[in-house]
């Protein structure tokens, strides 16, 4: 571990915009801190937010307390509006009191306008409309750029306590799951905010990007973090596993009964069968004695999360094996026993309510309509079902401008014509492809397949050229450069033809 530490260290030194980072196999991890996020805080702490203002967690920074007090002295002429809009827009509990304001302060722009669409936003952040500018006048009137540069030190201590456990819990994560195939764009960014009622974990999930936001917590909410990015990378695999997933939906049924379920995992099935998977996970890297770890896996399923003993007994079988978890998804989702489970789940008495600390369910990952058909068609082919893959890539091409979908669908619809051995239609696909996205990870597969099909033509100087442009694409993943390397070494050695 001493190169983590080191590393961890070095980000400390860093830390002029208060953030932390640490890449992975599936993108960029970020802990920072955020002034849209702070600011929205603030205001709802001026007009009239006090949940868990009695928790003796607040003193541990004093932040919260010290920013209302100076807001309380400040002459603010928006106030009044402010704590209207507030009291208007109040939910039935302070934690989605507080959650709609988190979903507006992660996707609104920054200061000093705050600008959000809310016609392209999340019902939660459609019903806060005029919040932002309302808000721009409070940052202006209240002059929360003073009291944010004030607030710095406490946010910095925070982090400070954060930053090794999470570096560490993201590689461990990262490490069961043996990722190597890139994120396709993909960040997972956690935000800590002390204005808010301590012990809240909250999680979104927004087209490319996976937000955590925690408030101040009476333990480092570590495990909390690590199931958030386990979540994220498993995300996309649901999509493009629909289908098998769906074939389990009988099981859902018996969730609805759990009282502790959050309604999140009760209607979307999807979003609960990767919660399992997480919890079953957590279980196999928990130190522990086998009846600690049991106890784990009891205790979730009582809470709802009811495929969690299933993917448990399953997941020694993947730790055998050689491949991405990734890889191992469908075939965990198809060897899931329907009657097995509910024969089992006789036995669970489920739990009347939730722990103690307040972790609210990601929302389900949004992606657009092309990109939805896109990610199921990537799962079609990787189950071998040529033709549905066939037909969504082709959707795809129809559906959209977006660079990147156009290239990764050009892509898969050339591993198909790989696949039924269309060479030339294999050609033209994988060019177009690399038209579309030429410095990703699709961009440069795309230079190794045109290599091994000029390799296949007889010219083994083109399919070199091919094979180096792939081990310069900016974007190429590390088993692409594997295999060009392989390639170069093969041609050199070697002039007869490869298939590709």
Not at 272 to 297: E, P, T, W, Y
Request: charged content about 20%; overall charge negative.
């Amino acid at each position: 571990m001493q190169f983590v530490r080191c590393f961890a260290i070095a980000l400390l030194l860093a830390v002029a915009s208060l953030g932390l980072r640490a890449q992975t196999s599936t993108g960029e991890a970020q802990f920072s801190t955020s002034i849209t996020l702070f600011s929205t805080l603030a205001a709802i702490n001026a007009a009239g937010y006090d949940a868990g203002m009695d928790s003796p967690l607040n003193e541990r920074y004093k932040v919260r307390s010290q920013i209302r007090e100076a807001l309380a002295q400040r002459n603010i002429p928006c106030l009044p509006e402010l704590k209207a809009f507030y009291k208007e827009h109040r939910k039935a509990t302070d934690t989605a009191d507080l959650s709609q304001y988190i979903s507006f302060g992660l996707l609104a722009g920054g200061p000093p306008n705050f600008a959000v669409n809310t016609a392209d936003m999340p019902p939660d952040v459609q019903s806060l409309a005029g919040f932002s500018d309302l808000l721009a006048r409070f940052y202006k009137e209240a002059n929360l750029e003073e009291l944010w540069k004030r607030a710095q030190p406490a946010y910095l201590a925070a982090i400070a306590e954060y930053q090794d456990p999470v570096i560490n819990a993201i590689f461990e994560a990262d490490g069961y799951l043996r990722n190597t195939s890139g994120s396709l764009g993909r960040s997972f960014q956690i935000y800590i905010d002390l204005l808010g009622a301590p012990d809240q974990v909250q999680v979104r999930s927004y087209r490319n990007d996976y937000f955590v936001v925690i408030t101040p917590t009476s333990s480092p909410a570590i495990d909390e973090i690590r199931d958030a990015y386990l979540s994220y990378v498993l995300d996309p695999l649901s999509f493009r596993y629909a289908n098998a997933i769906n074939q389990k939906k009988a099981l859902q049924r018996i969730a609805q009964d759990a009282p502790a379920l959050d309604l999140a995992y009760k209607d979307d099935f999807s979003l609960l069968v990767n919660k399992c998977i997480v919890k079953a996970i957590d279980s196999r890297l928990m130190h522990g004695s086998a009846a600690q770890k049991q106890a784990f896996i009891d205790n979730a399923m009582r809470q709802g999360f009811i495929l969690t003993a299933a993917v448990a007994e399953l997941l020694p079988e993947y730790e055998k094996s050689q491949d991405a978890f990734r890889v191992f998804y469908p075939d965990l989702i198809a060897k899931i026993d329907v009657k097995k489970e509910e024969k089992r789940l006789k036995n669970v008495e489920f739990a009347q309510s939730a722990p103690a600390r307040i972790i609210a369910p990601p929302a389900k990952l949004q992606l657009d309509p092309a990109e939805e058909v896109l990610v199921a068609a990537e799962g079609s082919f990787q189950q071998h079902d040529i033709v549905n893959a066939e037909k969504g890539f082709k959707k795809v091409l129809q559906q959209t401008t977006n660079a990147d979908l156009l290239g990764r669908a050009y892509y898969g619809l050339g591993l198909i014509a790989l696949e039924e051995k269309r060479w030339d239609d294999a050609l033209s696909l994988f060019q177009r492809a690399l038209q579309a996205t030429p410095k990703s990870a699709i961009g440069a597969w795309s230079h190794y397949y045109l290599g091994q099909l000029d390799l296949k033509a007889g010219n083994a100087a083109q399919a070199q050229a091919e094979f180096k442009m792939t081990l310069a694409t900016e974007g190429a993943s590390a088993r692409a450069r594997q295999a060009a390397e392989e390639a170069l070494q093969a041609t050199s050695s070697s002039s007869g033809d490869q298939k590709p």
